[in-house]
Every structure is written in structure tokens, then in C-alpha cells.
């Protein structure tokens, strides 16, 4: 018998129009649907008028609906996962599932659609250029501080979710690992409310001391600079203008990066790959 097709379906995060045509074909025409929270997705199959067979699948019953779900495909059934919101397998169980199709030589297909990180880092102002998703810090002490000791110093964009609970907290113990950096926190995606807030560790949590946090969080943390980078040169603007402008006088672009670089004590490597980026 040939087996089904496991179809990971991204949903909308917010906004019901932001539903793929394919996603909306491939839930109408697969013979069931594995969904995080069944109630949660009833509603969005209804009100696309989609009638199909739901089975939960979720963090505490993944072992055992894992198999029932895997068990279903090998009778040739083809199965949508789909999650509360955004792409399946993102900081979500379907991981583990898509791990065992592969290992039982099932053919896994990606439905395109919606997912909260990579649209809150487009309109968050932070580098695009390199980032890595770190997802959810762990509710354990020890667990967190080690997560966020290891990352300290990624020189790339860092990018989080949190719940609004718990968002002080993580500002907070942030804050004692990161420094005082530019930070980008984006809520509500493409809701009503849909907020993008361009701050600083410091500002931020002074701020929700104040304002109660609402609603799910991305947060965009920059990426850690050296030293005496973030001493010396402000921003990419800064090194960019003083080189442009010996270059003005007449002095030859290698010279006057180099020149930069005894001025702020910095390589002329780093001098160099910071102009690049600020004539980017």
C-alpha cells in the first residue's frame, strides 16, 4: 500500500484573509486533521466551511497520537497538522512528528504561509541579514541563564517568543546577560491591535512597569557588538561618514579606513566590513 502525505498547513496568525488558497485546497481535500487544540481550529474550518475528521495533537499526547497519526498515513490517509497559528513545527510538537515520518519513509510536504518570526524581524528595524530563532525560554532557572549566557555574545539578531506573563520577567533577566541593547518588541501580528514598539532593554521594562503587557510577543533583540565597537562607533552611520568624509579630502579609501581604525581602535577589518554595511 502506498503511504499518505503529511501536510504541514500554516494558518493564519491573526487575520483570517492571510490564508493561503492552497492551505484552504489541501484542509478540504485531505482525509483528516491533526490540530493543537481542536476546539481552537473548528472555528477557523468553519468559517472557511471545511468539514473534515479532527484529532488532537499537542506537547502532552504527541507520543501516543504520534502513533495513531503515523499508523493512519501508512493506510495511505493523507493528514493536515495544523497549530493554534503560523507554521507547524515552529516551537511546536509537529517536530517530532515530521521526525517520524521521515523515519518511516513518509513524504512530508510544507504548505507556505504565516509565521510570527520572520514577519515581526521585517518590520522590527534590527539586522535581516543574519538572526536566529531562540523561541521560548525555558521556565527553568538554571536552564534560562544558561540559554541566555550561550547567546550573549551572537553577533546576530536574536529573535524570542514570550507570552505577555512573563514578559518582565524576561526582560528583565535579559537585561543582566544583554546590556542595554536596541531591542524591537512586536505583539498582536496583523491584529487589530498589531503594535511594533522600537525600544531599549531600559526603556522596555520601565515601560511595563507601568503598562500591563497584552497580548503574544516576538521580541528582536541586536545582536551583541564588540566593546569597543559599541564605545567608539554609535552606529554603522558614524564610521561610514568619517571614512566617506577623508575620503572627501582626497585621501584613498584603504588609507582612510585605516586611518579610521587607529582613530577608534578598532581593526581595519572591522573598520571596513562596518562601512560595507553602512553603505548597504
Given at each position: 500500500?502506498?503511504?499518505?502525505?503529511?501536510?504541514?498547513?500554516?494558518t493564519p496568525i491573526g487575520n483570517l484573509d492571510d490564508i493561503t488558497v492552497r492551505c484552504l485546497n489541501t484542509l478540504k481535500e485531505c482525509d483528516m486533521i491533526a490540530c493543537e487544540d481542536t476546539r481552537h481550529s473548528l472555528k477557523l474550518l468553519n468559517h472557511f466551511d471545511i468539514h473534515k475528521p479532527l484529532t488532537s495533537y499537542y506537547e502532552h499526547n504527541k507520543k501516543e497520537k504520534?502513533?495513531?497519526?503515523?499508523?493512519?498515513?501508512?493506510?495511505?490517509?493523507?493528514?493536515?497538522?495544523v497549530?493554534?497559528?503560523?507554521t507547524p513545527a515552529i516551537s511546536d510538537p509537529g517536530e517530532d512528528l515530521v521526525r517520524d515520518c521521515i523515519k518511516e519513509g513518509i513524504k512530508v510536504v510544507p504548505i507556505p504561509g504565516a509565521v510570527a518570526l520572520i514577519n515581526a524581524l521585517i518590520i522590527s528595524g534590527q539586522n535581516t541579514s543574519r538572526f536566529a530563532f531562540e523561541g521560548f525560554l525555558s521556565v527553568n532557572k538554571k536552564s534560562r541563564f544558561a540559554h541566555l549566557e550561550e547567546v550573549a555574545k551572537d553577533s546576530r539578531t536574536l529573535i524570542f517568543y514570550e507570552a505577555p506573563h512573563k514578559l518582565k520577567k524576561t526582560l528583565s533577566d535579559m537585561r543582566?546577560?544583554?546590556?542595554?541593547?536596541?531591542?524591537?518588541?512586536?505583539?498582536?501580528?496583523?491584529?487589530?491591535?498589531?503594535?511594533?514598539?522600537?525600544?531599549?532593554?531600559?526603556?522596555?521594562?520601565?515601560?511595563?512597569?507601568e503598562n500591563l503587557p497584552k497580548g503574544e510577543f516576538v521580541l528582536i533583540?541586536?545582536?551583541?557588538?564588540?566593546?569597543?565597537?559599541?564605545?567608539?562607533?554609535?552606529?554603522?552611520?558614524?564610521?561610514?561618514?568619517?571614512?566617506?568624509?577623508?575620503?572627501?579630502?582626497?585621501?584613498?579609501?584603504?588609507?582612510?579606513?585605516?586611518?579610521?581604525?587607529?582613530?577608534?581602535?578598532?581593526?581595519?577589518?572591522?573598520?571596513?566590513?562596518?562601512?560595507v554595511r553602512g553603505e548597504e
Open positions: 500500500m502506498t503511504y499518505g502525505t503529511l501536510y504541514l498547513c500554516a504520534g502513533e495513531y497519526i503515523i499508523g493512519q498515513l501508512k493506510e495511505g490517509k493523507n493528514v493536515a497538522l497549530s493554534d497559528a503560523g543582566k546577560y544583554f546590556g542595554n541593547r536596541s531591542l524591537t518588541l512586536v505583539r498582536e501580528l496583523t491584529k487589530i491591535h498589531e503594535e511594533v514598539f522600537l525600544t531599549d532593554f531600559d526603556t522596555a521594562i520601565s515601560h511595563y512597569e533583540v541586536e545582536g551583541y557588538k564588540d566593546d569597543k565597537l559599541q564605545q567608539n562607533t554609535e552606529n554603522l552611520i558614524s564610521v561610514t561618514e568619517r571614512v566617506n568624509a577623508l575620503i572627501s579630502e582626497g585621501i584613498d579609501k584603504k588609507e582612510a579606513i585605516k586611518k579610521v581604525a587607529v582613530e577608534i581602535g578598532l581593526s581595519k577589518r572591522d573598520v571596513y566590513n562596518e562601512y
